[in-house]
């Protein structure tokens, strides 16, 4: 029998369904405690929900916007039809952003994401994503992740942004 069928990974399997998970709980996080994100977020329309996921049924990642105006994760599937669905096409290509080898916007432009949905919410969702990693990441990381790294971003206020963050993220975590 002649199976053509690509071998994944299980290590890079657990590695993107890990990073999903931390990002949606600190993608969480930031949108209680960041005013630059929390301002994106205001302009998104109410219970917009977002998935980020690799094809055809890898890990994935859901976000709703609450009535309080923040964002909450709600794990890997989604209690509806999403508004906003961000597509990996393989599970080498996730791997390939949150490994920090690649950036989301180099991932769109070598055609590596679809995206269903309204464009204009797509992108202030990885406005959000940029920022909060632009917080919490190491800065040589941060600006292998991002199409570009802030300037006007000084290290004050990137410690200070993270530790909220992360702060947050463990009273998220803590509150249940």
């Known amino acids: 029998m002649n199976n053509n069928r690509v071998k994944v990974n299980p290590w890079k399997r657990r590695y993107v369904a890990l990073m999903m998970e931390v990002i949606g709980r600190s993608m969480e996080a930031a949108s209680q405690v960041d005013k630059v994100i929390r301002a994106e977020v205001r302009n998104l329309p109410e219970r917009l929900m977002f998935e980020m ?3 055809p049924n890898g890990p994935a990642l859901v976000m709703v916007k609450t009535e309080e105006g923040t964002l909450r994760y709600i794990g890997s599937s989604a209690p509806r039809k999403v508004d906003v669905a ?6 080498q290509h996730a791997f390939l952003v ?3 080898q690649e950036s989301t916007a180099r991932s769109f432009a070598n055609d590596r994401v679809l995206l269903d949905g309204e464009i204009a919410y797509a992108m202030k969702v990885v406005r959000c994503l940029n920022r909060m990693e632009s917080l919490i ?3 040589f990381i941060a ?8 300037t006007d971003l000084s290290l004050l206020e990137k410690l200070a942004g993270g530790s909220r963050i992360y702060s947050q993220v463990a009273m998220n975590l803590i509150r249940g």
């Open 143 to 150: 600006q292998r992740a991002l199409k570009r790294y802030p």
């Open 98 to 100: 949150f490994s920090f």
């Open 86 to 91: 961000m597509k990996f096409k393989h599970l």
């Open 137 to 139: 990441l190491p800065r």
């Open 53 to 55: 996921r690799v094809m």
